[in-house]
Nanobody
């Protein structure tokens, strides 16, 4: 399974960006996905997640501003970011928590990461 993220860039405070993360490779029994971010000198933190069934969760610092969604037919997850602030500046990574069953019926879980995309919020 591979993840390809895109959509980052430079935006002014108050502006918007939409990040995309497209999955390729094997079809999975479960594919919970998320967006994380990491600013220089800080730890990577969860921004938003969306489960296989569609339920979503958000970090408090983005609630009301960011929306995570997915298009299963396109195997793509989106992060719509509105009302961006300078403190949102970071490298954004998409993640996939996957589950598949091998031919002998044994379940296997794993996490994959996309390559990341830079988001810079500055005037």
């Amino acid at each position: 399974v591979q993840l390809q993220a895109s959509g980052g860039g430079l935006v002014q405070p108050g502006g918007s960006l939409r990040l995309s993360c497209t999955v390729s490779g094997s079809i999975l029994s479960r594919d919970d996905m998320g967006w994380y971010r990491q600013a220089p000198g800080k730890q990577r933190e969860l921004v938003a997640s969306i489960a296989t069934g569609g339920s979503t969760d958000y970090a408090d610092f983005v609630k009301g501003r960011f929306t995570i969604s997915r298009d299963k037919a396109k195997r793509t997850v989106y992060l719509q970011m509105n009302s961006l602030k300078p403190e949102d500046t970071a490298f954004y990574y998409c993640s996939l928590d996957g589950l598949y069953y091998s031919d002998d019926g044994v379940p296997h879980v794993f996490r994959s990461w996309g390559q990341g995309t830079q988001v810079t919020v500055s005037s």
